[in-house]
């Protein structure tokens, strides 16, 4: 009996390191990640999860217009935003990948 007990520990401790590593960051950077979404706004420059960087231009509850030139415009998913986007950090890096 105690193999089966300590077996049956082994797997409940292996559940909770796989919690704690794998499953709650994870569920973290969703709720983040949903959380910059909703709070888009015209004017925020973003970008896509293909790459491509652009200003909104519109809003939709699921759709949005992003400018990438003047008078070039994308309908994109919402959910395809990948992040905001910062010209002075990209600036910064490139700065730094120069200089390397």
Do not use: C, W
Request: net charge positive; hydrophobic share 45%; aromatic share 6%.
């Amino acid at each position: 009996m105690q193999g089966a007990g300590s077996s049956l520990l082994l797997i409940i401790l292996m559940f909770a390191i796989f919690y704690f590593l794998l499953i709650r960051p994870q569920v973290k950077r969703q709720k983040e990640h949903q959380a910059m979404l909703n709070a888009l706004q015209k004017g925020d420059m973003v970008i896509t999860r293909g790459g491509l960087i652009g200003k909104i231009t519109g809003i939709t509850s699921h759709v949005l217009t992003l400018e990438l030139q003047e008078k070039v415009r994308v309908r994109v998913m919402r959910q395809h935003v990948d992040q905001k986007f910062d010209p002075e950090q990209y600036e910064a890096k490139g700065e730094a990948s120069k200089a390397a």
